[in-house]
């Protein structure tokens, strides 16, 4: 979750509500300072490098990275024949973006008719994401999208107990999981593979990749699909977590001291894509913070 997306107090299916006596408007845009150096990668040269990127949070969207036209290399934008109209910032202008021996179409936009109220995003232009070589926060490529810095996790040790059945058949039993709290979701429980019988869990082809924690591979449980699912090789920053299997309490029946849990609502999330000219193999084998 951030500000804006997920069940973000801006995203338009939030859980919480603002105490305020009046109705907030059904949209709320929000822009920042990112301030933190961001640069832009393309056709193996830099294109854009700036310490003064705005970020902006719009309802149910990834945060988005805004550099201004000055921090952007001469060249490197070419206006095309095309404009579209944001539902709140006013007619958008595209641009292909060119950079050492690339050139990708529609590749960058920049809001020409801003109305007041959003004036601070004036002369400045965001890069499509999958579109580009990488983005880089100093010399750390960041994958997904830009570094959001309303979305947290933390992860704890707890002695609760776990299990998990497929009917009659008990998958996992444990004293010992993980527990993810990762903002805007509902807990997530993790289990030793100690604790799980194994000859239940089903690899299925395909994975999901989560700009926080890595690439998720899933198990069939039984008749029950993707009912399970584990990070091989989590982010450093959530290690704790990496090939532990955690369950879906949608599709199997999953119990915490005794309390069937249920699927929490609104749980659904924007798939993202690996970025481009990232494989899967270079994920797992790095992550955040490899240097390229």
Not at 18 to 34: G, I, K, Y
Not at 93 to 116: E, I, K, M, N, Y
Not at 171 to 180: Q, S, Y
Not at 244 to 272: C, M, R, T, Y
Request: proline share 7%.
């Amino acid at each position: 979750m951030g500000l804006s997306w997920q069940q973000g107090p801006l995203s338009g299916s939030t859980i919480g509500r603002f105490l305020t006596p009046e109705p907030l408007p059904e949209r709320l845009l929000f822009v920042e300072p990112l301030r933190r150096r961001l640069r832009v990668r393309l056709g193996g040269e830099w294109i854009a490098d700036s310490e003064d990127v705005l970020l902006l949070h719009e309802p149910a969207r990834y945060p988005v990275a805004y550099f201004p036209l000055a921090d952007v290399h001469p060249g490197v934008l070419a206006a095309e024949d095309r404009v579209t109209k944001h539902r709140d910032l006013g007619d958008t202008a595209w641009f292909s973006v060119t950079g050492g021996d690339r050139s990708a179409a529609r590749a960058a936009w920049q809001h020409t008719a801003l109305p007041a109220h959003a004036d601070l995003l004036r002369d400045h232009v965001a890069f499509a994401w999958r579109a580009m070589d990488a983005f880089f926060e100093e010399e750390e490529r960041i994958v997904g999208h830009a570094a959001d810095p309303y979305h947290r996790i933390d992860i704890r040790q707890t002695s609760r107990h776990l299990v998990v059945k497929d009917g009659d058949r008990t998958v996992a039993d444990t004293r010992r999981p993980l527990v993810l709290f990762e903002s805007g979701f509902a807990p997530r429980w993790y289990v030793a593979r100690e604790d799980i019988d194994e000859t239940a869990l089903v690899p299925v082809e395909g994975q999901t990749f989560c700009p926080y924690k890595g690439l998720a591979s899933y198990y069939d449980i039984g008749s029950r699909k993707k009912a399970a699912w584990c990070y091989a090789q989590a982010w450093i920053e959530v290690g704790r977590i990496s090939n532990l299997v955690s369950f879906e309490p949608g599709e199997v029946d999953v119990w915490i001291d005794g309390k069937k849990l249920a699927l929490a609502p609104g749980q659904n999330v924007v798939p993202h894509g690996i970025d481009r000219g990232l494989d899967p193999e270079e994920l797992l084998g790095s992550g955040p913070g490899t240097r390229f």
